[in-house]
Structure formats: C-alpha cells, structure tokens
Antibody
Framework: QLQLQESGPGLVKPSETLSLTCTVS??????????WAWIRQPPGKRLEWIGNVNYSGRTYYNPSLRSRFTISKDTSENQFSLKLSSVTASDTAVYYC????????????????WGQGTTVTVSS | DIVMTQSPDSLAVSLGERATINCKSS????????????LAWYQQKPGQPPKLLIY???IRESGVPDRFSGSGSGTDFTLSISSLQAEDVAVYYCQQYCSTPYTFGQGTKLEIK
C-alpha cells in the first residue's frame, strides 16, 4: 500500500529557504501511474496546489505562486522535495505531499494518496 | 485560473438524513477529447489530510461507502450523502484537475444537527 510521509523543519525564519521532503513507501516514485504533488493549506484558508513532478522529472507549478518554489525528485531515495525561497509569514501553512493517480488509459483520478502533512511556521 | 465555489459554507443535517453540497466552476471542467469531467471531492477530518471520495465527478473511490455519490457535469456539481452518519462530520472540498493550476473550493463544513 502506497504511503507518503513529509519531513522538514517546523519553524523557518523570514527570508530563509524552506526545504521539505516526501518519502514514498510501498511503491516506486518512478511509477508511470503517479505524478507527485505538493499542496499547502494556510490557517483558515482553502487548499492550494503548489506543483507536481512526474515520473520523468518534469515539473509543473502554480503560476499564481510565482517562481519561489522548486520541486524535484530523488529516485535513489524514493523521495521528492519542495524548496521555497525567501519565505514570509504568508507561507505559514500545513504542507502536504500527495500522489496524483493516472489509470492505464491515462485518465487522472485526482489525489488518491496523501501524507499526514507537516506544519510550517515562518517567524523570527 | 478556474475558480471553484462551494455552497453552502456550512451545513447541519440530522443523523440519517440527506446532505447535499454544491460546487460550481468558473469554466467547464468537462474535457472534450474524452468527455470526462475532471472534478474530485475530498473529505477532511480534523487533524487529518484530505481523503479522495469521488473522481470524474461521479466515480466513487475504492472503499468509499455507497452513501456518498457525486453528480453533475460541465460547471455544476453535487456531492450527496444519502444517510448521514456521525463519522461523516468533516469539511468537504471539490477540486478541478482539468487544467493547471489545480484549484479547490473553499470547503463546506458538515455537522450534525
């Protein structure tokens, strides 16, 4: 059974770079059936899709969030990562990693597996 | 970006009664090449990540009780819970994944009356 687990610092200072990692277990990050996503949820706000990385390493980002985000994957560690530069208080949120499933016909089912989420607070 | 708007923001329903949540997208999420709706519903309980309930607007994810059903096409969608159980108390979100950026509704908080 596919499982995801986020890891990273819970507290980051303004202007620093946030680094989060999602470890995939029970399956391969190179599976052609999944794109790997980062989503965040600021306190009291709706879920916000940050971006995806697919099995070949191609990335897709939310243009509304500008270019501060970088998503990558490490096949040898079966992990994918999120880096956010120049953080501000508005980046305080619960950050989730998730798998976006595509069936054999190429149809997307949505995000069918999620990590538990990690709370990130930006404060000096 | 496609804006997803849910109604109502909160809803209180008696146990065993029907709950209905609506979701409207600012553009159609019906993909013309395969005639499929790229619309999902998620359930989020306190302290937990979202859980996929419905994809393709009406296809129940494996393991989801059949009291949950989704309907609609194009820009207007509905999530129904036929007979509310205590464990269904949660926030429900719709999401479009027709085009990036994927976007979510603001959420509907479902409580017991």
């Amino acid at each position: 059974q596919l499982q995801l687990q986020e890891s990273g610092p819970g507290l980051v200072k303004p202007s620093e770079t946030l680094s989060l990692t999602c470890t995939v277990s029970g399956g391969s990050i190179s599976s052609g059936s999944y794109y790997w996503a980062w989503i965040r949820q600021p306190p009291g706000k709706r879920l916000e899709w940050i971006g995806n990385v697919n099995y070949s390493g191609r990335t897709y980002y939310n243009p509304s969030l500008r270019s501060r985000f970088t998503i990558s994957k490490d096949t040898s560690e079966n992990q994918f990562s999120l880096k956010l530069s120049s953080v501000t208080a508005s980046d305080t949120a619960v950050y989730y990693c998730a798998g976006v499933y595509y069936d054999s016909g190429g149809y997307c089912h949505g995000m069918d597996v999620w990590g538990q989420g990690t709370t990130v607070t930006v404060s000096s | 970006d496609i804006v997803m708007t849910q109604s109502p923001d909160s809803l209180a329903v008696s146990l065993g009664e029907r709950a209905t949540i609506n979701c409207k997208s600012s553009q159609s999420v019906l993909y013309s090449s395969n005639n499929k709706n790229y619309l999902a519903w998620y359930q989020q309980k306190p302290g937990q990540p979202p859980k996929l309930l419905i994809y393709g607007a009406s296809i129940r994810e494996s393991g989801v009780p059949d009291r949950f059903s989704g309907s609609g096409s194009g820009t207007d969608f509905t999530l129904s819970i036929s007979s509310l159980q205590a464990e269904d108390v949660a926030v429900y979100y719709c999401q479009q994944y027709c085009s990036t950026p994927y976007t979510f509704g603001q959420g509907t908080k479902l409580e017991i009356k």
